[in-house]
């Protein structure tokens, strides 16, 4: 057989089992990529101090806005034509 299709078919033989090694570990590095998520996640909602039943209601709120075309949710402050708030006038 030629050589350079032998080594053709050698390299293809090696590509492939290196294929199969990163896919056998990828399901692991996905699941080790979530738990960070998710760590970093209760770290910042630790940091907020925010009580369940608040986080709960901001993201119903949050999901109710977005799904109706999400309008943008009234400002607590008017602000002035000269740029400062209502409340510092």
């Given at each position: 057989?030629n050589p350079?299709?032998?080594?053709?078919?050698?390299?293809?033989?090696?590509?492939?089992?290196?294929?199969?090694?990163?896919?056998?570990?990828?399901?692991?590095l996905e699941?080790?990529?979530?738990?960070?998520?998710?760590?970093?996640?209760?770290?910042?909602?630790?940091?907020?101090?925010?009580?369940?039943?608040?986080?709960?209601?901001?993201?119903?709120?949050?999901?109710?806005?977005?799904?109706?075309?999400?309008?943008?949710?009234?400002?607590?402050?008017?602000?002035?034509?000269?740029?400062?708030?209502?409340?510092?006038?």
């Open positions: 057989m350079k299709l032998q080594k053709v078919i050698r390299d293809i033989e090696r590509t492939k089992a290196k294929v199969t090694e990163l896919q056998a570990l990828l399901p692991d699941r080790q990529k979530t738990e960070l998520e998710n760590s970093e996640f209760i770290k910042v909602l630790r940091s907020a101090d925010v009580a369940p039943a608040d986080l709960t209601a901001f993201i119903e709120a949050y999901k109710m806005n977005r799904d109706s075309g999400g309008a943008q949710p009234a400002p607590k402050h008017n602000i002035l034509e000269d740029g400062t708030h209502e409340n510092e006038v």
